[in-house]
């Protein structure tokens, strides 16, 4: 992203590698960058906007327990804003990406302190966070404890206490029973927040 006088610019470099990266338009992603810096003038999506934004996605839903999980999904420099090149970016792997991209993003939501592993702790968190944006057949804690410890299991492939993001992939791919369930509830989320 090019800047002048202190406002972001798309230069002809970005719009060409971001049409062919997630293959929009390039005027769509025109319309796209037009509407992002209207409604964040500094070229950064922060997380006060973001959450108007899922909020106003998903209005039948409580997402502030799951917003800050999606949330490290577009924040892929971790500097704590979203910038348009990492909404397009995510934008695409979620509607365009491999298995894998798409895996890889999801493990993401998971490590909540971004040290590049799941630990059952967060784990946990997460799921307790999903059933309550879901609300669809709200198991009790015992239940969702069980989810967790399960599917933590399933994935922690060496038993080191940790899940790394291969091995989240993997159990995910194979279609481990767990990994799979918890997978596919994330996709639902987000992909009812693109639509």
Same mark, same amino acid.
């Given at each position: 992203?090019?800047?002048?006088?202190?406002?972001?610019?798309?230069?002809?470099? $970005?719009?060409?590698?971001?049409?062919?990266?997630?293959?929009? &338009?390039?005027?769509?992603? =025109?319309?796209?960058?037009?509407?992002?810096?209207? $409604?964040?003038?500094?070229?950064?999506?922060?997380?006060?906007?973001?959450?108007?934004?899922?909020?106003?996605?998903?209005?039948?839903? +409580?997402?502030?327990?799951? #917003?800050?999980?999606?949330?490290? =999904?577009?924040?892929? !420099?971790? +500097?704590?804003?979203? &910038?348009?090149? /990492?909404?397009?970016?995510?934008?695409?792997?979620? @509607?365009?990406?491999?298995? &894998? /991209?798409?895996?890889?993003?999801?493990?993401?939501?998971? +490590?909540? !302190? @971004?040290?590049?592993?799941?630990?059952?702790?967060?784990?946990?968190?997460?799921?307790? +966070?999903?059933?309550?944006?879901?609300?669809?057949?709200?198991?009790?804690? $015992?239940?969702?404890?069980?989810?967790? /410890? @399960?599917?933590?299991? #399933?994935?922690?492939?060496?038993?080191?206490?940790?899940?790394? #993001?291969? /091995?989240?992939?993997?159990?995910?791919?194979?279609?481990?029973?767990?990994?799979?369930?918890?997978?596919?509830? =994330? =996709?639902?989320?987000?992909? &009812?927040?693109?639509?």
């Amino acid at each position: 992203m090019g800047s002048q006088n202190g406002k972001q610019m798309l230069t002809d470099e $970005d719009l060409a590698a971001l049409s062919h990266s997630s293959g929009v &338009e390039e005027n769509r992603i =025109i319309e796209m960058f037009n509407s992002f810096m209207l $409604d964040n003038p500094t070229g950064k999506m922060g997380p006060q906007k973001f959450r108007e934004l899922i909020s106003h996605a998903l209005p039948k839903k +409580d997402v502030y327990k799951m #917003e800050k999980h999606v949330f490290r =999904i577009y924040d892929s !420099n971790k +500097d704590g804003f979203i &910038e348009f090149k /990492e909404f397009m970016l995510v934008f695409h792997i979620m @509607s365009e990406g491999s298995n &894998e /991209e798409v895996l890889r993003r999801i493990f993401r939501m998971f +490590d909540v !302190n @971004s040290d590049g592993t799941i630990s059952k702790r967060e784990m946990t968190k997460l799921i307790e +966070d999903m059933y309550d944006v879901l609300k669809k057949g709200d198991p009790n804690n $015992d239940v969702k404890e069980m989810i967790a /410890e @399960s599917a933590f299991t #399933e994935m922690d492939k060496d038993n080191n206490g940790k899940i790394t #993001e291969a /091995e989240f992939v993997q159990s995910c791919m194979e279609q481990k029973d767990f990994s799979k369930m918890l997978s596919l509830k =994330i =996709i639902n989320i987000l992909v &009812e927040e693109e639509q």
